[in-house]
């Protein structure tokens, strides 16, 4: 019997082996790659996710920031990686246009949209246009005038050529009637740096990398791209109100490779909902001014599709721009 009985686990050992081998999702630390340096919209949003998640999924998320041409660089890092739930991407509004900017100057692009699967919109903001509080612009007709006095001297920063802050100045450049000159930096981050220090003009940020500034005292706002005012502006025009047709908003969300699995897919959404339920997100949140505008993935997919068209229209209205 004893005998038997040894046989018999030696037959069944190898077959328990697979099953053990497979631990519930996740069993590591997860890298949420943000393709932006510290201190732009994907980098403040998407690190309280990451603290968030972490608790709840009980595991680590690891913000890992990957900069460099205006978001592709990190991007498609997250695109190649292995789609096993262990490698996401916190992006913005900039995912769908990056190809087409691709194709525009005439390279293969870096990733295509459909290489990820989205999991779920967390923020959506207008882009509001700041300067320097010291500056010589008090109001967006000051900006105007001078740009027309002077067509294509007075620059601005960006986050990257084709990048969300990029196309943002253009929508509105266009509605304006006016040239400017387009300074591109790695981020968000360094191009507040640059507005700072005195090397731009002007800036299209996000809300949540402009608000302490703003606050502070070291910039202005002086108009916000939404069809009304912000709440957390309350005195800033919206463009719409100014007479500009300049609608652009910057939106965070998280997203995982078009491979990876559907119940490891499923866990994540479950995750950021109940991130974006948590009383400490929320909190967070609310300490960079930016409104929590959770979707869920299928009604994403939808907004994705719909603010991608759009997008399009503008990058190819932008159209090939001088490689430096």
Partial sequence: MKRRSLLASAVLL????????QDAYPSRPITM??????GGVADITGRPLAHVMSR???????????GGAGGSVGTAQAARSAPDGYTL???LSSISVLPIADVLQGRTPAYELDQFAPIALVSADPTVLVVREDGAYKTVKDLVDAAKAKPGTINYGSSGVYGTLHVAMEIFAEAAGIKLFHIPYQGGGPAVAALLGGQIDALASGPSAAMAQIKAGKMRALAV???????SLPNVPSMKELGYDATFYIWSGLFAPAATPAPIQAALRDAVRRTAEDPEFKEAMAKVDTPIAYLYAPEFKVFLGKDAARLKVAVERIGKVPEK
């Fill in 225 to 231: 791209w939404g069809d009304k005012r912000l709440a």
């Fill in 14 to 21: 190898p077959l328990g082996l697979p099953v053990r081998a």
């Fill in 56 to 66: 709840i999924l009980k595991q680590s998320v690891v913000v890992q920031n990957k």
């Fill in 33 to 38: 790659i943000v393709p932006f340096p510290p």
């Fill in 89 to 91: 991407l916190m992006a």
